[in-house]
């Protein structure tokens, strides 16, 4: 009966020093996987949700554009507009390089 007390004993321990050093870690590695892949699939559906919003906002416009036509911008005059040259210091700023709409779009989203 100490013999298989004994045995017990090792058993038991040999089962416990298993479960500490190879399923647990692995059971917690599965669930901190888990919650960085959830995480990682919201921000690239974010990011596929604001991607198609400024799409939208420049069709938007775009079609704005159209609809007023083409006579409109020769009445407004034929003058060659020249694109201002970007301010380096604001260069990295989206709401710099936004029109009102999209820059409206992209605040909602934000």
Not at 25 to 46: C, G, M
Not at 60 to 79: D, F, H, I, N, Y
């Amino acid at each position: 009966s100490i013999a298989t007390v004994g045995a017990l004993s090792f058993w038991y321990y040999f089962f416990a020093i298993i479960m500490e050093a190879y399923f647990i870690p692995n059971l917690v590695l599965a669930v901190i996987n888990d919650e960085f892949v959830k995480a990682s699939e919201e921000a690239d559906q974010k990011e596929r949700d604001r991607l198609a919003l400024e799409q939208r906002v420049k069709q938007q416009a775009e079609l704005k554009r159209l609809a007023v036509g083409p006579g409109a911008e020769a009445a407004a005059g034929s003058e060659e507009t020249e694109e201002e040259e970007m301010d380096p210091v604001h260069a990295h700023n989206p709401e710099y390089r936004m029109t009102p709409e999209e820059l409206a779009a992209w605040r909602a989203t934000t």
